[in-house]
């Protein structure tokens, strides 16, 4: 009786079949592309009229690229939709899906008006009146012609377009708002307001509603 020749299996072939077992039972976890990010329309910061106003260019080459802004890959646990305000880096964050964020480049508040914590959008603004508190024309005696409201236009602190925050169940003045001065942007430089270019609060504004989580950290 003539014996059956012995069989030989490649390590090739064996490796392969290995893999697939394993594979099968889940041993090796399948590996999932990042998400692309979103796509949004090309940024635009040149000379326009918005309102009745004129907003004039902002030339961006005098402002560091980091403060530009930008769609990235950004980490937390905030839900999408969520503003994450981050002081010590002068950088606002609109949280996107599958791991993204919309960041803008911002100035925050000056050494001793610098806050953090919880607040909510509960009013927005397009062009809007100033009123500076009573404190803040103690301090700056020549904002007295305005303790009645500054009317908007380009010229108001308040720029184009801003965002009024409730924070601990009241207005305490905080605000997201656009700023004349663009070249704020990236300083410690407000009464803890948050500056934003006048291009980019305009942005900001038509992606987020009232009531939308603002967290300053």
Request: charged residues 20%; proline residues 11%.
């Amino acid at each position: 009786m003539t014996s059956a020749p012995p069989t030989h299996i490649s390590r090739r072939r064996l490796l392969g079949g290995t893999a697939s077992a394993l594979a099968l039972a889940g041993c090796v976890p399948a590996l999932t592309p990042p998400s692309p990010p979103p796509e949004f329309p090309p940024i635009d910061y040149s000379a326009r009229r918005d309102g009745g106003h004129a907003l004039p260019a902002i030339n961006m080459a005098e402002i560091p690229e980091f403060l530009h802004r930008q769609i990235l890959r950004y980490q937390t646990e905030e839900p999408p939709g969520t503003v994450i305000i981050e002081n010590g880096n002068r950088l606002l964050h609109l949280v996107l899906d599958h791991g993204h964020a919309l960041r803008y480049g911002i100035s925050v508040g000056r050494e001793g008006f610098d806050w953090t914590g919880a607040s909510t959008v509960y009013r927005k603004a397009r062009w809007p009146t100033w009123t500076p508190p009573p404190e803040m024309i103690k301090r700056e005696p020549h904002l007295e012609r305005w303790k009645d409201g500054q009317p908007g236009g380009p010229t108001n602190p308040l720029g184009a377009r801003a965002l009024y925050l409730l924070t601990d169940g009241r207005d305490q003045g905080y605000r997201i708002h656009g700023t004349p001065e663009w070249r704020s942007i990236g300083r410690f430089a407000s009464s803890g307001c948050f500056r934003m270019l006048q291009q980019d609060v305009i942005d900001l504004y038509e992606r987020v509603p009232i009531g939308t989580k603002v967290v300053v950290i």
